[in-house]
């Protein structure tokens, strides 16, 4: 007898009328039309069952706290970075664990089931650290929490900031952050990049750095990143995260550097809300858009996802744990519109950043994790055009949360009344 079977389900690959059989938390069996006895049976009436959404770029001890202690009148990256720095001293572990509980609430709600999250080091206190771990452990029975030793100030430009970072480490933060570009010079942002990257290689830990998080297209550090990532062996466990001067580089230079970033196997995050945000401030018009090089990076084959990295917090005032959202922004901005660039951008949001987080056992296949989203949508491209509704999200076999179908009831003037998913009935599998 199986724990569970999900029945008539299309996969994001396209397989349709899909059996999905769960036994003690592992997916036993994919294939079309099982029949088979199990103690719960979901008919998935042909709508979109995903392997759970990843964000592999947040920041847990600033989400939820716009407005405090004023929300960001300029609304740019380097007011975001000095209203943190007033919010710092008004912090307090019960209010960081609170509000990081209240976001996984948001995040398996809409079938986010693993986060990697930046904790600001610079503060000697590591408060948020702390307050970071505990909340990592309170939410272990649902949710995966990765965390990195984020220097947001600068490792060399903070005074004893490496040493605030390494104790981070010592706490078990799990992996090595850096933000070269806001160090106080290009060879400083170099220094930092070698330290960082020969502590991560001594401790064996993976790399996720804030790299070139500007429109300077002379910044180098994507450069220094792949270098450092070849020269210590990292090839595979270092990220980048951002890289937006990429959107601004010169084409010839971006040819070279591609081909350093493959050889290296850097991963790639970009951030498309934040980014088409906070990047091209400085311009007049035409307007840079900031995102870096998505469908050039994936066709070189670097592995490339989209993050949410910020809701309600000083950099950025909207966003609401939906990592379809952040696809569909990601999407527009790449220009990524083809049934291929769809996919992909899907993938962004699951597959992907679940490889760069070393989520082997997440994915719709036999022997791994049952942890999966059932949409109301059939097919990825559907489920990015409606933000589709999660209708219940399971994590290890177990139904975690359950949203009613979206529908409207429409009763307009001369025709009868009518009760419809009104978005969806009429478009077919598109
Ligand atoms: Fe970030």
């Known amino acids: 007898m199986l724990d569970l079977l999900i029945t008539h389900a299309t996969l994001a690959d396209g397989r349709r009328d899909m059996s999905i059989a769960v036994q003690d938390g592992k997916i036993a069996e994919v294939a079309p039309g099982l029949d088979a006895s199990a103690h719960e049976t979901v ?7 995903s392997a759970p959404f990843v964000d592999a770029h947040f920041h847990l001890d600033a989400t939820l706290s716009y407005g405090l202690p004023r929300v960001n009148a300029s609304g740019t990256l380097l007011e975001g970075i000095a209203l943190w720095g007033e919010l710092k001293p008004l912090l307090t572990a019960e209010a960081l664990i609170e509000r990081a509980l209240a976001y996984g609430d948001w995040a398996v709600s809409q079938g986010l089931l693993a986060i990697r999250t930046h904790v600001d080091t610079s503060d000697p206190s590591l408060l948020p650290v702390e307050a970071l771990l505990e909340a990592r452990r309170l939410m272990a029975p649902y949710l995966d929490l990765q965390i990195v030793a984020f220097p947001q100030d600068g490792v060399l430009r903070t005074p004893g900031g490496l040493d605030s970072l390494t104790r981070a480490l010592d706490l078990g933060v799990d992996v090595v952050g850096g933000i070269p570009h806001f160090e106080r010079s290009q060879a400083q942002g170099a220094e930092s990049v070698r330290l960082l990257c020969e502590l991560a290689a001594q401790r064996g830990l993976p790399v996720d750095m804030h790299c070139d998080e500007s429109d300077d297209p002379l910044s180098r550090h994507v450069e220094t990143l792949a270098f450092e990532t070849q020269r210590l062996g990292l090839h595979g466990r270092v990220t980048g995260s951002h890289l937006t001067s990429m959107h601004s580089m010169d084409n010839y230079y971006v040819s070279k550097l591609i081909a350093l970033m493959a050889e290296s196997r850097l991963n790639v995050i970009a951030n498309p809300l934040i980014n088409i945000t906070l990047q091209g401030r400085h311009d007049t018009y035409p307007k840079r858009r900031g995102m870096t090089r998505v469908p050039e990076l994936m066709a ?6 989209f993050g949410q990295d910020c809701v309600m917090d000083p950099w ?11 696809a569909h922004m990601g999407l527009h901005v790449a220009q990524m519109t083809s049934q291929e660039g769809m996919r992909q951008c899907f993938e962004a949001v699951t597959s992907h950043p679940a490889h760069i987080m070393g989520l082997d056992r997440f994915g719709i296949a036999p022997g791994k994790e049952a942890s999966f989203v059932l949409l109301q949508a059939r097919s990825a491209a559907e489920a990015l055009r409606l933000r589709a509704t999660r209708l219940r999200v399971y994590r290890r076999g177990r139904l975690l949360a359950q949203t009613p179908a979206s529908t409207t009831r429409l009763d307009l003037p001369g025709r ?10 009429r478009t077919g599998a598109l």
Do not use: F
């Open 43 to 49: 008919d998935a009436q042909g709508q979109l069952l």
């Open 300 to 305: 070189a084959g670097l592995t490339v996802a």
């Open 316 to 326: 950025y005032s909207l966003g609401s744990g939906d990592m379809l959202d952040v």
């Open 416 to 425: 009868p009344a009518e009760t419809s998913r009104i978005a969806q009935d």
